[in-house]
């Protein structure tokens, strides 16, 4: 559980962490967003322009109805707006941007490399150089203690262009945020609607997890009103239990929910309570650490 701030640092961190736009003065492909999961400034790195995912989350806060001015990755671009960025943020020049002027004291550090975006980062097919070609610019730019985070919903981990990034992740300070939102076949469905088989993705997780400690990153929420059952609750935590008994290294669980608007009007939050409740579940029952962002 996160430690109590006073409430004018609370309210302050509250409100640069609703801005997590992808756009960032010039940019098309690297943003800088104060999360509140990493407690400090994330650069994130979007490998989706396109707006094209292999899900199609009933929670996502991405509008995939408008156009994207920007279809393709061009790597050079993309690089030189990652070390421009990380500069920014190194030398504190970013807290003098309109945006994060009132980032408190307590957040303006750099915490990680994120990518993540308008989409699953690694259906990009150059997924594995551009993991190598970042971490060059992380290291020549700011210190290595920073770490690269790719947060997935774990679909495309069975590919080798893909596991070979997931090492070079390894070799680089990196960290793996699986996304899981579903206990059961039926739930999964129904939140991330995508055709891809439930199965996949946890044997995907258990691979993973099989080789490196990663963290799993759980979004809840009410759906027409309604918040997960206990069932569906019990059969979340029986597929973490079983990912750890395959040998996989779960490091957290991390419960949140929605925050900013999603793509669907009937999906709504769920309250801090109901999160301590889910989290005290999964703790009480796998024994897995667990943090609460409400």
Known sequence: MNGEQPAETAAAAASVYRQHSRLFEDNRFVYPVVSRRSEGVSIGVNLNPDKVCNF????????RRSESETRFVEMAQLLDELRSVLELVQSGELFEH???????????RLNDIAFSGDGEPTTFRNFDDIIEQAAAVKRDTVSNAVKMVLITNASMFHRPHVQRGLQLLDEDNGQIWAKLDAGTEEYFKLIDRTKIPFQQILDNITLAAQQRPILIQSLFMTVHGTPPDDHEIAEFCQRLAEVVAAGGQLKLIQIYTVARQPAESFVGS???????????????????ATAVYP
Do not use: M
């Open 56 to 63: 199609d989350c009933i929670y996502c806060q991405v509008d």
């Open 98 to 108: 309109p945006k994060f002027e009132n980032t408190p004291t307590s957040l303006r």
């Open 270 to 288: 769920l309250t801090e309570q109901q999160l301590n409740s889910i989290a005290e579940r999964v703790h009480s029952t796998t024994g897995l």
